[in-house]
């Protein structure tokens, strides 16, 4: 291509290039695509230009663009960006009532999920028959509830030929598009190019006035098309000047004669209010009125919104106007807006030429109002703005710590790091620390979040106190210190005001777990009044997981797990998903826990919480690996490779799912050697600053790995190696309360160490079957395979069959693959006549593509199983339609019939 460029932009070839085949990618490559510059450099015009060209190709294109101070204009970019999409066909009830609600503009709550999912079936509907592209001009200044909605097509793209471009300055892309979205970068033009613009442009000017003009632009087309449609006057012949400063003369020419009701209208528009009716209704004018800005192409109206020409006009129309006539125009809006008090809020808060203590409580007491009635993200805005006005250092940190703990309630992580630094280190209030300590758990720090807890639990008491004391469970679980552990324990309560807290009961079980722990945990978790209150179901839910009673604590997270998903639960829920996982894969529901790892991704990708997306993908590691799909595995594990370092916790679990899938697979060295790094703390060293060989082995989960160690060791000859590391792991819980499960893998792994096969079968026999060892399928499973061998052994085939064949049983029941081929061997030994090989006829396809197909062959319509994948029906569709020809199958009955035989 020559210099006049794709669609007759200038220089832009190679970034034409990107940009189209970032559009046109497929598979893994299909991402978002940021571009991003400098202000004036063009941004908005490549991808004006990119989304003719692709409309002339036959895509249906759907725009939107941010506006400066359109903050809480409710779902207004939304709604640009729909115009003239009809709703998908096949909305539930419940996601069509939130899309409505959304689009009417009336200001109700909407819940965020049901909005999500309505939009991405509405996009996936348009672009099931013509290829669709998303064009977001200046992202980051949409407003906030379009913003928050928006999120997940950033991070995830609709299913089907569907792209989305987004321009947004250098200096102002949003934390938490960073990792979600591929930035391209659009630069200034080279001389070259620059030159040709300006021929470009027809500009008759003299050599000199045209060199002075090259310079002053150094590249920027606005700077340049704007000094040369000026005719250049005033350029600046030496240095190069900021960007609106160096147009400021060529702006004020073109406001220059303006009608009075002309540019009264351009200025309430620059206030953030652009909605040509109610200026109209304001200033007593009609369309004619704008006409003359329109001509001069300063403005455009566009569905009744006026959209300034650039950014950059809108600015100098604002900010030509004297400060008189800004404040006039925003206590004007302000008094318009009267029937929506948080924009009326706004525009006062934009009136004040400086701190007012009177306004600032106005604009607080707005943003209590707005937080109360289910409005957090416009709430933490205006709370944001009454710290601004504040006129002391105390009233500012404390408005701004309400703002950061309402971001927080929506799970905007980024955003609460901003309002805390600019709060400080030092104000002296303990939310600060408290919020701080939650960000950190959250982003992926446990040790600094657990020093900050511990100095409040140190220096204060009372509320603050007991309130460290409950933050501090989750860090402390995922850090597995003894050492902390036991200084959280020394300070938790007793009786009665540790029994009533669900909280305090959550650190202790954690730290200090014993029968009396256990009992209260049982006792709360049992009270039909738990489940009514969603934190306190899901506090309670993860105590129960930690002390291993799974059903229980399934029960009880399962609503506030389904609404973290749903997008319609605090932030202090988001760590519900990942504590829900463990008890499901304990009582072998192990669909269902993938199916909550799968979704919790996208909830802790859209909530900027990379500690805990880390651990959900890490849910998917240890799902491929029980299963036996051990390629599968590994494709994860690279994934998890891009996210945060898991805790130890994480890391212990991890391995200990390793282990189990290299013994299915008769690699016992392997087991042996990762359950013993484990358990000398060779995984301990890490961002987290464990203590090297202080954590793994002294926690109460450690004793879990114990009989797969011994089993191990038994077949490689280490019995010596693993007696002592086994000695080693159980020495720090000697005499101490251990939960039914953990005594039950005590015994099966004392047995397992014993020299004499006749020995270790009698002691192992009454483990395996032990009242309530079924509870944990898995683990009954794999020590009756154990048995079984060992019965072999002693030359008793008969029980030994027994055994293998329920196994067998429960691991296709599983679907542990693995393991299945690995029983096989023992039916054999015991005569059992086996059926055909093993053969999981879904290990071709990905993890969400296998949860859809299972769901779907069990009889759920597409919106049935989008509704429990928390996806969209079209979505689904199309899950099916890449799953079948893999699968050889055709129809719904062809696939029951694949996975049920006849």
């Avoid at 290829?131 to 793209?157: K, M, N």
């Amino acid at each position: 291509m020559g210099a006049a460029g794709p669609a007759g932009l200038v220089g832009r070839d190679r970034t034409w290039q990107q940009a189209v085949a970032a559009v046109t990618a497929t598979g893994a490559a299909r991402r978002a695509t940021l571009l991003t510059g400098d202000a004036g450099v063009g941004k908005s015009a490549l991808l004006a230009a990119l989304a003719d060209h692709f409309a002339a190709q036959g895509h249906r294109v759907q725009r939107a663009t941010g506006t400066r101070s359109g903050t809480l204009a409710t779902f207004s970019s939304l709604r640009d960006l729909l115009d003239g999409l009809p709703p998908a066909p096949d909305l539930p009830a419940e996601q069509r009532d939130a899309l409505r609600a959304a689009l009417a503009a009336t200001g109700t709550p909407v819940q965020t999920g049901l909005l999500r999912l309505a939009v991405r079936s509405t996009l996936e509907a348009a672009a099931e028959d013509t290829p669709l592209l998303l064009a977001l001009d200046d992202v980051d200044r949409l407003d906030e509830d379009s913003y928050d909605v928006l999120l997940p097509l950033l991070s995830r793209l609709p299913d089907g030929p569907v792209g989305l471009l987004a321009t947004c300055r250098r200096d102002s892309v949003p934390r938490e598009l960073g990792p979600v979205t591929d930035q391209l970068d659009v630069p200034a033009l080279d001389d070259t190019a620059a030159r040709h613009l300006l021929e470009a442009t027809g500009a008759d000017l003299p050599g000199r006035v045209r060199e002075a003009v090259l310079h002053a632009a150094a590249g920027n087309p606005l700077v340049l098309v704007e000094l040369a449609r000026s005719g250049a006057r005033d350029v600046p012949v030496a240095g190069v000047l900021p960007v609106p400063e160096t147009l400021d003369g060529v702006f004020a020419r073109d406001l220059a004669g303006l009608p009075p009701s002309t540019c009264r209208l351009l200025l309430l528009a620059a206030c953030g209010e652009r909605d040509v009716l109610l200026l109209q209704r304001l200033t007593g004018t009609d369309d004619r009125d704008f006409e003359p800005a329109e001509r001069r192409r300063l403005v455009r109206l566009d569905g009744g919104v006026v959209q300034f020409r650039h950014p950059l006009v809108e600015s100098h129309v604002y900010y030509a106007a004297t400060a008189a006539e800004r404040t006039r125009a925003h206590h004007d809006l302000a008094a318009a807006l009267a029937e929506h008090p948080d924009r009326a809020a706004l525009q006062l808060a934009a009136a004040a030429t400086g701190p007012d203590a009177g306004l600032a409580d106005h604009v607080a007491r707005v943003a209590d109002g707005q937080r109360r009635s289910g409005r957090p993200l416009a709430g933490a805005v205006l709370f944001e703005r009454a710290a601004d006005l504040s006129t002391t250092p105390a009233d500012r940190a404390r408005r701004r710590l309400d703002a950061a703990e309402t971001a927080a309630a929506t799970g905007r992580s980024a955003w609460v790091g901003e309002l805390l630094e600019r709060v400080g280190p030092d104000s002296g209030d303990d939310r600060a620390a408290m919020l701080s300590a939650w960000l950190d758990t959250v982003q992926g720090d446990p040790r600094r979040s657990a020093r900050t807890l511990l100095d409040l639990l140190r220096r204060r008491t009372g509320p603050v106190r007991a309130g460290a004391a409950r933050s501090l469970g989750l860090p402390a679980f995922m850090l597995a210190d003894p050492l902390l552990q036991q200084e959280i324990a020394a300070a938790l309560p007793e009786g009665d005001e540790l029994r009533g807290d669900p909280g305090l009961l959550f650190a202790a079980a954690v730290c200090a777990p014993d029968a009396a722990v256990h009992a209260a945990v049982v006792a709360a978790g049992t009270d039909p009044g738990a489940l009514r209150h969603p934190v306190t179901a899901a506090v309670l839910g993860a105590a129960a997981s930690v002390l291993d009673e799974p059903s229980l604590a399934a029960e009880l997270l399962r609503e506030p797990v389904d609404a973290v998903l749903a997008g319609r639960a605090p932030a202090v829920l988001l760590s519900a998903p990942g504590a829900l996982v463990w008890p499901l894969f304990d009582l072998g529901r192990w669909q269902e826990a993938v199916r909550t790892a799968v979704a919790n991704l996208e909830a802790t990708t859209l909530n900027d919480a990379p500690n805990l997306r880390a651990h959900a993908q890490a849910h998917l590691v240890i799902a491929e690996l029980l299963r036996g799909h051990r390629d599968r595995a590994e494709a994860a594990r690279a994934d998890l490779a891009h996210h945060v370092p898991l805790s130890p916790m994480g890391r212990l679990r991890v391995a200990w799912a390793d282990a189990v899938a290299a013994a299915a697979d008769g690699e016992h060295e392997r087991a042996f050697d990762v359950l013993a790094a484990v358990l000398d703390g060779g995984l301990d060293a890490g961002p987290d600053g464990a203590t090297p060989g202080s954590s793994h082995a002294a926690q109460p989960q450690s004793l879990l790995t114990l009989p797969d160690l011994a089993a191990a060791a038994r077949r490689t000859g280490r019995l010596e190696r693993a007696r002592d590391l086994v000695a080693r792991t159980r020495a720090p819980r000697a005499g101490r309360w251990l939960t039914r499960r953990q005594e039950l893998r005590v015994r099966a792994a004392d047995a397992l160490l014993l020299d004499d096969p006749a020995d270790a079968v009698s002691a192992l026999t009454p483990v395996v079957d032990a009242e309530g060892a079924g509870v944990w399928p898995l683990e009954q499973a794999v020590l009756q395979v154990e048995l079984a061998d060992l019965l072999l052994g002693v030359r008793r085939p008969g029980p030994a069959g027994a055994h293998a064949a329920a196994a067998a049983e429960t691991f296709e029941r599983l679907g542990a693959f693995g393991w299945q081929r690995r029983v096989r061997t023992t039916l054999r030994a015991s005569g059992t006549q086996v059926s055909a090989d093993v053969h999981d006829v879904l290990a071709g396809l990905t993890t969400q593509q296998e949860q859809v197909v299972r769901m779907a062959a069990a009889g759920l319509s597409n919106r049935d199983i989008g509704e429990q994948l928390h996806l969209s029906p079209r979505t689904v569709a199309s899950h099916l339609y890449r799953a079948f020809p893999r699968l050889g199958v055709a129809t719904r009955a062809q696939l029951v019939h694949l996975l049920t035989g006849p």
